[in-house]
C-alpha cells in the first residue's frame, strides 16, 4: 500500500512540474502494484485514501491537459494575428486585413 501511494505522490509531482514522459513508466509500475493492492485485502479506510489520492491526480491530469490547450489556442491565435487581422466593416460584417511582410532586398 506505502509503496503504491508513494507511486501515486510521484506521479502527482511528474504532473505539476510538467515532466510527462515519466508518466507512462509510473503508468506499468502502477498497474502491477494496484493488482498487488487489490489481492492483499485492502481495508475500507486504505481503498478510501487510495481513492482520494486517485482522485487529486484525476484533478491534477485533467488541469494540465486544460492548460495544454490553452496554450495551443493562445498560440494559434497568434499566428492567425502575425498573418493578418481580422475586424468588422461599417455594416458589421467580418473583414480580414492581409498582413504581408516585405521581403528584405540584399545588394551585393
Request: hydrophobic share 40%; charged share 30%; aromatic share 4%.
Given at each position: ?37 487489490k489481492?492483499?485485502n ?66 551585393a
Amino acid at each position: 500500500m506505502r509503496e503504491l501511494l508513494n507511486l501515486l505522490e510521484a506521479e502527482a509531482t511528474a504532473i505539476r512540474n510538467g515532466e510527462f514522459s515519466n508518466l507512462d513508466e509510473m503508468r506499468t509500475r502502477k498497474e502491477t502494484l494496484f493488482d498487488a493492492f487489490k489481492v492483499g485485502n485492502p481495508t475500507e479506510k486504505e481503498v478510501e485514501n487510495l481513492r482520494a489520492t486517485i482522485l487529486r491526480n484525476q484533478s491534477l491530469f485533467e488541469a494540465a491537459l486544460s492548460g495544454i490547450r490553452a496554450a495551443r489556442s493562445r498560440i494559434a491565435a497568434l499566428q492567425n494575428v502575425r498573418s493578418g487581422l481580422s475586424t468588422y466593416d461599417q455594416s458589421g460584417a467580418l473583414s480580414r486585413v492581409e498582413i504581408h511582410h516585405p521581403q528584405i532586398e540584399k545588394k551585393a
